[in-house]
């Protein structure tokens, strides 16, 4: 069963640089089709998509974001990154990760638990 | 951006209740509508795909129905397990978009 697991930093400076990463577990992180997604969600908002990366190194980010936003692969690790530039506290929010079914452009599932990411001095 | 309005955003009910949440959106999706529940501290986890299909081992009380852009997820008769936020997403366009979430409560 596939599971993802987020980590990183719970507290990041207003200005610096959000860095998280996540880790797939128990199928093949490489199965072509699927792409693997940031989410945020702010406290007591929906949820925010961040951006998608394919297994290859295809991105795509939220227009919102892009400027800042930069998502990465390690298939040898089975890891995919996220790093958001020059945070304020409006970055404040719980990240998860997440497989994109079949393609760029579809449903998330499975989900990571989510980390909790407070921009603060 | 493809804007997805829920309500209610919170929705009180009871044990063996029939439960309907609405997922509106700000222009035609077809049937490109997902929805999610959400328990506090835990994972979303699909439910419901392409606005009436299944996920895979979700109970069959619940059901999605709609297109264009209302949508409904229906819990026919609501169980303990099921008091949790509920989300919908739209996946025809970028950016990816989600709603803003109902929360079913006691």
């Known amino acids: 069963q596939l599971q993802l697991q987020e980590s990183g930093p719970g507290l990041v400076k207003p200005s610096e640089t959000l860095s998280l990463t996540c880790t797939v577990s128990?199928?093949?992180?490489?199965?072509?089709?699927?792409?693997w997604a940031w989410i945020r969600q702010p406290p007591g908002k929906g949820p925010e998509w961040v951006g998608s990366?394919?297994?290859?190194?295809?991105?795509s980010y939220n227009p919102s974001l892009k400027s800042r936003v930069t998502i990465s692969v390690d298939t040898s690790k089975r890891q995919f990154s996220l790093k958001l530039r020059s945070v304020t506290a409006a970055d404040t929010a719980i990240y998860s990760c997440?497989?994109?079914?079949?393609?760029?452009?579809?449903?998330?599932?499975?989900w990571g638990q989510g980390t909790l990411v407070t921009v603060s001095s | 951006d493809i804007q997805l309005t829920q309500s209610p955003s919170t929705l009180s009910a009871s044990v063996g209740d029939r439960v309907t949440i609405t997922c509106r959106a700000s222009?035609?999706?077809?049937?490109?509508l997902a929805w999610y529940q959400q328990k506090p501290g835990k994972a979303p986890e699909l439910l419901i795909y392409?606005?009436?299909s299944l996920a895979s081992g979700v109970p069959s009380r619940f059901s999605g129905s709609g297109s264009g852009t209302e949508f409904t997820l229906t819990i026919s008769s609501l169980q303990p397990d099921d008091f949790a936020t509920y989300f919908c997403?739209?996946?025809?366009?970028?950016?990816?978009?989600f709603g803003g979430g109902t929360r079913v409560e006691i």
């Open positions: 392409k606005a009436s």
């Open positions: 990366v394919s297994h290859g190194g295809s991105t």
């Open positions: 997403q739209q996946f025809i366009s970028y950016p990816l978009t």
């Open positions: 997440a497989r994109t079914v079949g393609g760029l452009v579809n449903w998330f599932d499975p």
């Open positions: 222009q035609n999706i077809y049937s490109w």
């Open positions: 128990g199928d093949s992180f490489s199965s072509s089709g699927h792409y």
